[in-house]
């Protein structure tokens, strides 16, 4: 049968065009291994994908700011672009007074006026035992008894419970205790809404990163965008002998064990005659009832952005069907023993292909840990046991 895709013998099929398939490709590059890339949308970069507007790097996909303890992740990622150290310190917005996040010494002065950490913590701890008394030493079984028994009701109801509800679109205790842990508490002043050593963002966008990732593959990586696997699937999955694919995991499969549950955002973005609208990067509306959960102002996150015009972004959650995006895999007790099965027929019925990013693996990935584990995909597959900073010296 005549193809139109593996015209040029190539060693992979790498579906999805986000961080992990360009990684994985341009690793496979620096090993002599050709791949093509096909990816249903318009663009590279995946959610990461960055445009430039008067001056100004908007994140498509909301806000994406790289935040790592992992060196060779952090050194990998600057050989494609500078990094401006940019540190997220993020406002909350609950009904008009303002807070800081995440949730800190700051945070614990305007919501008690509490100025020492003693102070701080004794406040939360008769506040957790009022409201959890059953908790005893079992753990947090769901978001509401995490959060909880992390800051206190006060925090809870003002700065967590509307904006996680609204975020998830479901009670925070039917959500996993596992996702507010993403955030600090500090019981210092410190308003840094990561813990990681290595934090910023790539002067000039994402998207520059995965380009270079194309023009150092010396010809090794082909991309196709607009081309959709699943309407080639059959000629795909015939043609090439192994493939990668970055997509969700359940249709893949036909959605056989069920569809698992996703989150989706939708994005209002305005430019506005102003240098300065909303005074920080993102505001967080912790209200049940304003629609929208934050509000990010891109000129803020690098500072570079012609004078006079700012743009700004409203991020809207929503339900997530087949017709939208997927951003977030919601990993209840429900999904994660759907997810299972489909890994697990993975493993049995197609070795010939790896399943990777946050769709194909169905995890709360941040950048840095998809970065992590298509080095490791790498390790794997090439029976190596490289470190990979550095790399690009090696293409030849
Ligand atoms: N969260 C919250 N209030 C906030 C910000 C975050 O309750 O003002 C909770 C919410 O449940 C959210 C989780 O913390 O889903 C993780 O927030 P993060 O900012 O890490 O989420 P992401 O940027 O990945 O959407």
Wanted: negative net charge; glycine residues 6%; proline residues 3%.
């Amino acid at each position: 049968m005549t193809n139109q895709f593996n015209t040029k013998n190539y060693d992979y099929l790498v579906v999805g065009a986000g961080p992990f398939g360009m990684t994985f490709a341009y690793e496979a590059a620096k090993r002599g291994k050709r791949s093509l890339v096909i990816e249903k949308r318009a663009f590279i970069g995946g959610n990461t994908h960055t445009h430039t507007e008067e001056g100004i790097t908007v994140h498509d996909f909301g806000a994406h700011i790289f935040h790592t303890d992992n060196k060779e992740v952090w050194d990998y990622v600057r050989q494609f672009a500078e990094f401006n150290g940019f540190q997220n310190q993020v406002i909350a917005n609950y009904k008009g007074d303002l807070y800081n996040l995440p949730f800190n010494m700051n945070t614990f002065y305007q919501m008690w006026g509490t100025k020492t950490p003693d102070e701080a913590k004794a406040k939360i701890e008769e506040q957790k035992a009022a409201a959890l008394s059953e908790l005893g030493d079992r753990q947090p079984r769901n978001l509401e008894e995490q959060a909880i028994s992390l800051i206190g009701t006060d925090i809870y109801q003002k700065l967590i419970k509307g904006y996680t509800e609204k975020q998830w679109g479901r009670k925070a205790t039917e959500l996993p205790a596992f996702i507010i842990k993403r955030l600090p508490v500090r019981f210092i002043y410190d308003n840094n809404y990561f813990n990681h050593r290595y934090q910023g963002i790539p002067v000039g966008g994402y998207t520059q990163i995965f380009e270079k990732m194309i023009e150092r593959s010396n010809g090794l990586i082909d991309v196709m965008t607009d081309t959709d696997f699943f309407e080639h699937r059959e000629v795909l999955m015939d043609e090439f002998p192994r493939i990668l694919y970055t997509g969700m995991i359940d249709q893949f499969f036909d959605y056989k064990f069920g569809e698992l549950e996703y989150r989706s955002l939708r994005f209002e973005s305005e430019t506005k005659n102003s240098d300065n609208y909303q005074g920080n990067a993102v505001i967080n509306y912790t209200d049940a009832q304003t629609p929208y959960t934050r509000v990010m102002e891109w000129r803020h996150f690098d500072g570079l952005a012609d004078e006079g015009k700012t743009i700004i972004t409203k991020e809207y959650p929503q339900d997530w069907d087949r017709s939208k995006e997927a951003y977030y895999p919601v990993n209840n007790e429900r999904n994660t023993e759907i997810y299972k099965q489909y890994a697990k027929e993975a493993r049995q019925n197609h070795p010939e292909v790896i399943f990777g990013g946050r769709l194909g693996k169905y995890r709360y990935f941040d950048m840095d840990q998809v970065f992590n584990d298509a080095f490791n995909t790498v390790r794997d597959e090439f029976k190596v046991d490289d470190q990979f900073n550095f790399a690009h010296d090696t293409v030849d």
